[in-house]
């Protein structure tokens, strides 16, 4: 592609459409759908969960709840319907009476209000016959598997050259293992579905990424025509990839809506339960061996890679992908190993595989750079490819040292010291720390746009989901570019699967797949009806194929700079600087681009800080399963934090030249932060999250 839209709208820093319903508390969520007319009162949904990671039920006694007043069923295992499909063992919710993690769905009250469906769930009572727990990861089991491929279909395995016989000849080498923990997504609105099955349709108003996949899925499970089935999400309180895909909780509201013909069901689940029920970031270890020259050229880079899966369902991260192609080395090789555990179902959080998988390899590149006595940003820059080192293609473009030189100069890098743990300001020692990252430009083939004239505007309709990320304002600005009039006189209608088929709103590709079926549906409109289009002219088009994406490598990236401050008494780890450069192709709207960007550097800052969820491994239970103990960042974290960008031209990837920001903000962020706390202490923290404890030890 190459026909890049001239922009008008494109690059403007416009307001956020949806922004002052938000603001106002005027945008309705999923649990907050009103009644629909016809529909008797609401009802709630509170579910029963497993206390043992492993097991069978052997008894449950519903009799107390079902005698509270106002409780209308009780769905167990031997009273919930059958459904059809039971292939996706994560979503047989409530089928039969094993147990495979703690925290999964074993009784769902229906009731007449949220508090009374609250005190019956109380009153089940449960006894299980329990097995062992085994929910232990580690990188020495005997039992650890290679699964078939891994997330986003890469393989599993790569090997170029010879790797072994770089670590011999090279004259510098490094092997070390890094860690990243468990982590869970926490958006602010938690998973959330009011159902409504009128006997022969349903429909779910639903907190997702995705209306079309849970149509789908819900279709499948409950062998239902897609015509029965209705998903309607017109606002989503964040999802990070959590809700990219359906979990239990929309089976649960499903099965409920049913038990309940003609009542509007509403089903949350609650902080705790998202724990267990809503996906989580595995826990991996990652073990790192460079080769390299003393000039710093890498002859040789590998990357083998140990997380954790559920017995009940497999989910492999990608965590070893991002090495193929970030640096230039003739000697690579990537293995990814899994353990089955006892666990629930990993699955999104944002930039899977890229996001951890960028820890182990950038933190061992500021090791590699201290070994040899060369300047961290210099070091990534010597190892700067021509061509991906996996494919041999060209990239599209590849903007990474312009991010580090750009970076640099406005972090203040050439006046830093490189010895560590020799600053020390009011108590305070202080270190300085930089990374790269990379993010893949993803563009989705199954999406389909209309364009129509209607009450003398123009609307565009795609069933995409906006998830917070400013999707309702960046698409009429690519519509009103693609139809040549002005944003003002343009509506595109979003979160139906009434409205045309779209991809999921996941893996920074919302933009650019939407935006470019939105095009083509322009293109078609002003073909057919010209410049002065009638009342109800209206054309319709798909993601149309993109040749480039065969002849080049298309990618954003960037760099990340980070300043740490670790108290020399009491280990308080403190970021009072974090700034960020990247090259992501042309800016859509700057305003939402800085927004995404800021908010995963954020996430990155959380991920190097404070999140890590503790699981007990004798029962296989999250023990900091709520915002008390689960920490993320706040205002308080950081003080100076910025987000910037080149003005990249990358005629190859869509008409729009967008390449994605959703993702490309976490990536790189942990790395430098975890590099900066040991320029700041001359204290090496390879397992993240960083804690007192650690920079003390």
């Known amino acids: 592609m190459t026909d890049l839209l001239e922009p008008h709208a494109i690059g403007r820093d416009l307001r956020r459409r949806d922004g002052e319903l938000k603001v106002r508390g005027a945008a309705v969520y999923a649990d907050e759908t009103p009644v629909p007319e016809g529909a008797g009162p ?43 499909s039971t292939e996706d063992r994560e979503l047989a919710v409530l089928q039969d009476a094993e147990v495979g993690f703690r925290g999964q769905i074993v009784a769902a009250v229906l009731a007449d209000s949220d508090e009374i469906a609250r005190e019956a769930a109380g009153l089940v009572e449960v006894r299980y016959a329990a097995e062992a727990t085994d929910a232990e990861l580690r990188a020495d089991r005997t039992d650890l598997y290679t699964p078939e491929k891994v997330n986003a279909g890469h393989e599993t395995d790569t090997a170029t050259g010879n790797m072994d016989d770089a670590l011999a000849l090279a004259p510098v080498t490094l092997e070390r293992t890094y860690r990243t923990p468990m982590q869970h997504n926490n958006p602010m609105e938690p998973h959330a579905t009011s159902a409504l099955w009128t006997g022969t349709h349903l429909t779910l108003w639903d907190s997702t990424q995705s209306v079309h996949r849970v149509r789908d899925t819900v279709v499948q499970v409950f062998g239902l025509a897609p015509e029965q089935v209705r998903v309607v999400c017109p606002y989503v309180g964040g999802g990070f990839g959590s809700k990219g895909t359906p979990h239990a909780n929309v089976v649960t509201a499903a099965l409920a809506a049913r038990a309940l013909p003609g009542r509007l069901v509403r089903f949350a689940l609650t902080r705790q339960e998202m724990f267990a029920l809503a996906g989580h970031r595995t826990p991996t270890i990652q073990r790192l061996q460079l080769a390299a020259e003393r000039d710093g050229t890498l002859r040789g880079i590998a990357i083998d890679v140990v997380e954790q899966t559920s017995k009940v369902k497999e989910f492999a991260e990608q965590t070893g992908v991002p090495t193929r192609t970030m640096y230039a080395a003739p000697n690579r090789r990537t293995t990814h190993r899994l353990a089955a555990l006892d666990v629930p179902v990993p699955s999104w959080m944002r930039a899977p595989g890229e996001c951890p998988g960028m820890f182990g390899p950038e933190v061992a590149l500021d090791e590699l750079a201290v070994e040899l006595g060369i300047d961290p940003v210099e070091l990534r820059i010597r190892n700067e490819p021509e ?22 100069e406005r972090f203040g890098w050439a006046d830093r010291d490189p010895e560590p743990g020799t600053r020390r300001v009011d108590g305070w020692w ?17 999406s389909t746009a209309t364009v129509r004239r209607e009450g003398g505007r123009y609307v565009g309709r795609i069933g995409a989901a906006d998830l917070g990320t400013g999707a309702y304002t960046v698409l009429p ?35 650019t797949t939407w935006g470019s079926a939105l095009v083509e549906a322009a293109r078609e409109f002003r073909d057919k009806f010209g410049d002065d289009p009638r009342e109800g002219d209206e054309a319709a088009a798909d993601v149309p194929p993109n040749p480039a994406e065969q002849d080049y490598v298309m990618s954003a990236f960037g760099a990340q700079f980070a300043e740490v401050r670790v108290h020399a008494d009491t280990g308080e780890v403190r970021v009072p600087r974090l700034y960020g450069v990247f090259a992501c192709g042309r800016i859509v709207n700057p305003r939402t681009a800085r927004s995404q960007l800021l908010g995963g550097m954020t996430m990155g800052l959380g991920m190097a800080l404070h999140e890590q969820s503790l699981l007990d491994p004798r029962t296989g239970a999250v023990v900091n399963h709520d915002l008390a103990e689960y920490h993320v960042p706040a205002n308080a974290d950081v003080a100076d934090l910025q987000a910037h960008w080149l003005d990249e031209d990358d005629p190859h990837v869509n008409p729009m030249g967008s390449k994605g920001v959703g993702e490309i903000g976490i990536v790189g962020t942990a790395a430098a932060v975890a590099n900066a706390a040991w320029h700041a202490t001359g204290v090496r923290v390879r397992d993240l999250p960083i804690t007192l404890d650690k920079v003390l030890g």
């Open 42 to 84: 609401p009802a709630y949904c509170r579910v029963v969960t497993s206390t043992v990671a492993r097991g069978r039920i052997v008894d449950l006694d519903t009799t107390a709840a079902e005698a509270l007043d106002g409780v209308q069923r009780v769905l167990t295992h031997a009273t919930a319907e059958h459904l059809a």
């Open 477 to 511: 600005q690519i519509l009103a570019d693609a139809l040549g009039v002005d944003e003002a006189r343009v509506d595109v209608l979003l979160g139906d699967t009434d409205l045309p088929e779209a991809s999921v709103a996941g893996g920074s590709s919302g933009t």
């Open 387 to 408: 061509v991906d080192p996996e494919t041999g293609r060209p990239f599209s473009s590849r903007n990474l040292v312009a991010c580090l030189r750009a970076g640099a």
């Open 430 to 446: 202080v270190g300085t720390g930089v990374a790269a990252s990379v993010y893949p430009t993803i563009r989705m083939t199954k």
